[in-house]
């Protein structure tokens, strides 16, 4: 129940194209959903994050889709360029927790 | 932009052995994390230390494991006696506060144990 599945496991899309990750959940108490992004060699860093009570967040090329009913929540990188190959996790938590439960990890590759 | 600092970035031992990983967190920050990433795995969560205490650890954070914050500056990981399976790459992540929900990670410290 502590799980957060990802998929894709890796992802190839050509530049200028959108790129979407996707994640489910089963734990209904998680209330935070964060999304970082990896590059080699580097910790993960936060790139965007949404909570529970919006369904939609969008900070410049990145949204975040939520859909609570059916406990899913998705990436999506529009006009995807060659410096966003990274791996991407999707995790979550819940409150008064202080831990975040990571997906396996998404591997984009966006060809020039 | 700040940084949290790991060293060594990479280190080798002998099954057996102890290692203390180290970190230094972003210096107005208050929680620090241990998680660790085993090769083509997932991130998974050790523990959670405020206010120089452990305030969370997962069931991976058995008894071989210890966390310390010596000094103003350090936070540090000690695996006591190491197993093969001790083997991942192991982030020092910080925040500055409990509401605050952006996590800095570290660039990770790669363990291999043989």
Redesign the interface.
């Known amino acids: 129940q502590q799980q957060v599945k990802q998929s894709p496991q890796s992802l190839i899309v050509q530049k200028g194209g959108i790129s979407i990750i996707n994640c489910a959940y089963e734990n209904t108490a998680f209330d ?1 959903f ?1 999304w ?1 992004q990896q590059f080699p ?6 790139l965007i ?1 949404i909570r529970p009570d919006v369904s939609e967040k969008k900070e410049g090329r990145f949204t975040i889709s939520f859909n609570k009913s059916a406990k899913q929540f998705s990436l999506h990188i529009m006009d995807s360029q060659p410096g966003d190959s990274a791996t991407y ?1 999707c ?1 979550a938590s819940q409150g008064g ?9 998404t591997k984009l590759t966006v060809n020039p | 932009e700040p940084e949290v600092t790991q060293t060594p970035s990479h280190q080798v031992t002998q099954m057996g052995q102890e290692v203390i990983l180290r970190c230094v967190p972003i210096s107005n920050h208050l929680y620090f994390y241990w998680y660790r990433q085993i090769l083509g795995q997932k991130v998974e969560f050790l523990v959670s230390f405020y206010n120089n205490e452990i305030s969370e650890k997962s069931e991976i954070f058995d008894d071989q494991f210890s966390v310390e914050r010596p000094d103003g500056s350090n936070f540090t990981l000690k695996i006591r006696s190491t197993k093969l399976e001790d083997s991942a790459m192991y982030f020092c992540a910080s925040k500055r506060g409990r509401s605050v929900e952006k996590l800095f990670f570290g660039s990770g410290t790669q363990l291999s144990v043989l």
């Open positions: 935070y964060p970082y060699g580097k910790g993960p860093a936060l994050a996790f995790a927790s202080e831990k975040l439960v990571f997906g396996k990890g």
